[in-house]
């Protein structure tokens, strides 16, 4: 049974820190590419950031590029989201997505994902 659980969300001011964590559990970890997408309300779901099993590639919306840093620990069954200088467009639920062989090319589509989290709100005040 797959399990993928969210943390860390909610509510900071403008130019403050969060950092999102979700630990997975059900499926092998370490062979899965892991992402962060969010969405705001009245809008679609949308990529954030992306990182395949062994950390070597990531990539990042460019909306958030210079902003936030995705990292992983395989050992732990964890990916994490450090958020920094957030701004109040950066309001939304935060998912995190797992898909096998997902190439980077395609990782914003969420129809590559096989698993995803149930989320976590993040709010940034102005």
């Known amino acids: 049974q797959v399990e993928m659980v969210e943390s860390g969300g909610g509510l900071v001011q403008s130019g403050g820190s969060l950092t999102l964590s979700c630990t997975a559990s059900?499926?092998?970890?370490?062979?899965?590419?892991m992402a962060w997408f969010r969405q705001a309300p009245g809008k679609e779901r949308e990529g954030v950031s992306y990182?395949?099993?062994?950390?070597?590639?990531?990539e990042y919306a460019d909306s958030v590029k210079g902003r936030f840093t995705i990292s992983r620990d395989n050992t732990k069954n964890t990916v994490s989201l450090q958020m920094d200088s957030l701004k109040p467009e950066d309001t939304a639920v935060y998912y995190c997505?797992?898909?096998?062989?997902?190439?980077?090319?395609?990782?914003?589509?969420?129809?590559?994902?096989?698993?995803w989290g149930q989320g976590t709100q993040v709010t940034v005040s102005s």
């Open positions: 990182i395949t099993w062994s950390g070597r590639i990531r």
């Open positions: 997505g797992a898909g096998r062989g997902i190439y980077h090319y395609d990782w914003k589509d969420t129809h590559e994902y096989d698993f």
């Open positions: 059900g499926f092998t970890f370490d062979e899965t590419t």
